[in-house]
């Protein structure tokens, strides 16, 4: 690969194997995979997959038995752990929010971890762009809002510091199918509007239709197939077909493609 | 006297007893909380540590108040005696509890809050003082709150190593029959223990995260309330169980030769086909309260106690007479007969170390007078309180001391021995005496008064049982001095069991 293509890549991983120490079976086998700058890569497979041990080499909350993974042209292993996730946004499910920050501390923490002045302004900046009047959620405790509520402070932590990259792990899976639907639709505007390269986790095949730019689908620590939306529509691998069956079963699913 | 003259009278004595006691507790806490939280903190970073560090907190917490002082009495720099070692073993008391919460704290942090806050970017440090901690406060709070009630509990026994606080009244209280210090002292403390608890309860809830709806305050209520009804019903036994007809009931004091002349009676009453229950050691003025109340029908007690203690005259130096009045006054007020002086007095036994009273040639309390101003005193809590005691001692022989030590009596043998002290007031009988080369100053001015040993028994018992009048006949003038210090010698120093130590001297009369 050519300096100019790496340019282009944000994320690559090179023969990531992933064991752990007791475990007969390894954990991820000979990945293989690289996230162009802007594009939305989705991880979809069944629990146990691998995926979600996938997006975590990334921060470097976890570090690859044996190959690398790249971020911005450098190993995970040569970045500073602390710089590497300062640049990186991270959503998990049910937000990971503090409970003993409020609302705008809770946005605000990378910010000034990072030591920036006006922090409040970026704060409610934030709250507005995910739909949060900060007069009224600025100062609220986070179990003092609904799971959705919840899901989007914890996107507009994620962007606060303006991070390259965020990572998305089943960000909508604890939520109520039509509040999931309406979070899917803004994200999908947001991340178009923002430009931001993401790599998201779920198992959901139509939350990976409706975001992703590729597909990736994992099975058993392998990544099995990668390709965009349509020419995955059209795989006849069976595992894609699995999944699409699923897909058959619900009614609305032509309207949303 | 009401408890509440005594209060008024000795307002000021408690205040600074409190003052003392409170202090104690405090700084043993700052220091334990500036010990244990931080080592909590390593721990939960040191997974292969928590094991052994866990495990000598734990054994700390079982050893037993007064056996950790009496372990570090003798040891240099951080052993002796005052207020440094009540600290040591209130700190070693308190850290246990302040190091498990902060572990259960800690890791009890929800996992997907600590991943995202690594997965911010924060350091270690920065996920310790911005998150764990924070929600780890109430727990660890509670931690520090269970380690400050232990401690109002433990500093009570503080006393016993002369470092002062509530101790001194409880002490004091049990054993000179006085209830009013006991009282000031024990309700004192139950009483710091709860305004402890309540602030700290206070603490806790405002400083813990999801805050749930508030307990009924009564239920937090319900241990103390639980530990004061357990109490009081076990004393409530101890004095109002009534005498069994077929049975006689023997007590003792809480120390050996007690124990020693209620364990012959008990042996000679078994050879006569009486059977004998043995309620021995016990502390302070119960077995006189068992006594009256007929929980127990006999117990070995000395004359001057009787008569100071007890009938609460003024001392007296005529044998003579106390034996006569103590015998006159028990048949009038109590019903209880006094049988005659077994042989023996168990007086307070002036001390020093036997090198010194060489080398200064030193033989009564008049010639080592001079001395005393260079000289630091340790005497039991009960000689510094009672009539016959301290004050009218240092009066008759006019001894200034450099310094004067409340303690427990049991450790100021020791305390003599390793030169933390250079004069004590010890028991005449005591078997250390000769062992660790202590040399008793004679009472030339005949100012203690005298304790000959008897036994109490009630009339309505002598009755009953025909063989113990017998029994009281034949240990009439049968034990001396020498031979009391050689029996004591044989339980304390040469570790024997009381009961053979009795058995062999039974058999030697025979």
Redesign the interface.
Known sequence: MNDAAANHQLVQFHNVNFTLPNAPESIISDLNLSVAKGETLVLLGESGSGKTTTLKFV?R?LVPTSGEVIVEGKSTTAWDP?????R?G?V???G?????FTIARNVG??PS?LGWDQIDARVEELLNLVGLPPEKFAARYP?ELSGGQRQRVGVA?ALAADPPLL?LDEPFGALDPLTRASLQREFADLSKRLGKTAILVTHDVREALLLGSRIGLMHRGRLLLLETPERFLASDNPQAHAYLDTLALTANAGEKR | MSFWQFLQLNWSELLGLIDQHVKLVLIAIVVAVVIGVPTGILLTRHRALRGPVLGIANVMQTIPSLALFGFLIPLPFIGGIGARTALIALVLYSLLPIIRNTITGILGV?P??R?????????DG?VLR??EL??AMGVIVTGIRVATVIAVGVTTIAAAVGAGGLGVYIFRGLRQYDNNLLLAGALSSALLALVADFSLGLIQRWLT??RKPAQPRLRKLVPVAAAVIILLVSVLLLRDGSSNTDKISIGSKDFTESALLAEIVAQMLEARGVSVERRFELGGNLPHDALVSGTLDLYPEYTGTAYTAILHHPPISDPRAVYDQTKQEYADKFRVEVSAPIGFENTFAILIRGAEARQLNLKTISDAAPHTSKWRAGFGQDFMSRADGYPGFSKTYLLKFAEVREMDLSLTYIALSSRQVDLIAGNSTEGRIATLDLFQLADDRRYFPPYEAVYLVRQDTLQRVPALREVLAKLANAISTEEMRRLNYEVDGNRRDPKEVVRQWIGGKQ
Do not use: C, K
């Not at chain 1, 602390?82 to 300062?86: D, E, N, V």
């Not at chain 1, 990971?96 to 003993?100: A, N, Q, T, W």
């Open positions: 921060n909350l602390i710089a590497l996730r300062r990186i991270y998990i499910q049910e990971g929010l503090f409970p003993h923490v990378v971890l179990r932590r990572l | 929800e997907s809050v991943e995202a806050a690594v997965a911010m970017g924060m350091t920065q911005h998150v924070p929600l995260v999801d």
